[in-house]
């Protein structure tokens, strides 16, 4: 016959070390989030540039780059 224990998950994770492991994933995420806010960052400094270039004004230009918030 099979006997079945129960395991107390949040139990077991709180008597866990944080090791190199939980350290380096939480330095990707920390990267990761630093690189999205980049993109927007670069947008909003190259939105003049751009707008110049294809001739269009601010209030043409804006919905496009408002649209890549959305992705």
């Not at 630093?34 to 909003?44: A, E, K, T």
């Amino acid at each position: 016959m099979i006997t079945q224990t129960a395991v107390d998950v949040p139990a077991l994770l709180d008597q866990q070390k944080v090791g190199w492991f939980q350290l380096r994933l939480l330095g990707l995420c920390a990267l990761v989030v630093m690189l999205d806010g980049f993109d927007i960052q670069s947008i909003g400094y190259v939105a003049p540039a751009v707008a110049r270039d294809l001739h269009l004004s601010y209030a043409q230009i804006s919905p496009v780059f408002a649209s890549g918030l959305l992705v």
